[in-house]
């Protein structure tokens, strides 16, 4: 896998994925009450994205209960699994993406 994507697209590709990652916490997260805790800046960030929230265990149980793959961080950290080998773009739209609806699941 490492062969045929080449290691220039691979060193490339997490600070694509976390660029899409911030942006669509900017615009689906942070109104929900989401806080980014990863550095905002590529390559200071690295490749790896994480937002808090209170009730971010509750999140991230119900995201890995529909196949999403995030990590929690106690006490308030969730971080999507930006793998440069396997995610996509595409892929990553999902965790964000279901937060509106999340949030309507997730108990108070």
Do not use: C, N
């Not at 800046?41 to 690295?46: E, K, L």
């Not at 490749?47 to 106690?74: M, N, W, Y």
């Not at 999902?94 to 309507?104: F, H, K, S």
Request: glycine residues 10%; proline residues 9%.
């Amino acid at each position: 896998m490492l062969e045929e994507a080449g290691i220039g697209r691979v060193r490339a590709k997490p600070a694509a994925l976390t660029g899409v990652a911030v942006a669509l916490y900017d615009e689906w997260l942070a109104p929900l009450g989401f806080t980014l805790t990863s550095l905002r800046r590529d390559p200071a960030r690295g490749g790896q994205v994480t937002v808090s929230h209170p009730k971010a265990a509750d999140f991230a149980d119900i995201l890995i209960d529909d196949g999403v793959i995030v990590g929690f961080r106690a006490p308030d950290g969730v971080r999507p699994d930006l793998s440069p080998l396997s995610t996509s773009s595409t892929e990553l739209w999902a965790a964000p993406g279901r937060a509106p609806v999340l949030a309507t699941e997730v108990p108070t």
